[in-house]
């Protein structure tokens, strides 16, 4: 397959956009650097922020910010009963510690969450997920699902297996521990 047959070229779908014309202006202006990783990079920078657009207008159908859903998903994923420790969440959460905590008394505040002792530690706390707290993530998990088929939909299937498997590729490092 030459260049310009490759998915990455506009030539070969006959569909261009914004990236194709960025790419084309600093080749020009610059033909000294190889500007190949806009074509990807700049196009997986523009489609986050759709997506967190897209994510931000689900979860706030159901009364929820980006941050109190990440907590709340944790939680729901962890399954029955659905706790966890204060560590355990700032692990899945990716926060420091004094945000964890100023999160869960924002949660608890709407009784979405609540604190209980852990029976295995006598200081620490476990964070358990209310009745309306599952409800609520539920909810917004559907509706969440729902505007990402959405957005994949142009993909038939084993392309949007083929691009996960892609992304899986480019996303692995930066999750090892």
Do not use: C, K
């Amino acid at each position: 397959m030459s260049a310009a047959e490759s998915p990455a070229h506009p030539e070969a779908s006959g569909a261009r956009d914004e990236v194709d014309r960025i790419v084309e202006a600093w080749a020009r202006e610059r033909p000294d650097l190889d500007v190949a990783p806009l074509s990807v990079l700049s196009r997986v920078t523009r489609l986050s922020r759709h997506l967190d657009l897209a994510r931000r207008q689900a979860f706030a159908r159901h009364g929820l910010e980006p941050w109190e859903f990440d907590v709340l998903s944790a939680l729901r994923r962890a399954g029955a009963p659905y706790r966890m420790s204060p560590g355990a969440l700032l692990t899945q959460t990716l926060v420091t510690s004094g945000t964890m905590t100023n999160r869960i008394d924002r949660l608890a505040s709407r009784a979405l969450v609540e604190r209980l002792p852990s029976p295995d530690d006598r200081r620490g706390v476990l964070v358990s997920l209310t009745d309306e707290g599952r409800t609520r993530v539920d909810a917004a998990m559907s509706t969440l699902l729902e505007i990402e088929r959405d957005l994949l939909s142009s993909l038939p299937a084993p392309e949007r297996d083929r691009l996960a498997d892609l992304l899986r590729t480019l996303v692995a490092p930066f999750d090892t521990p």
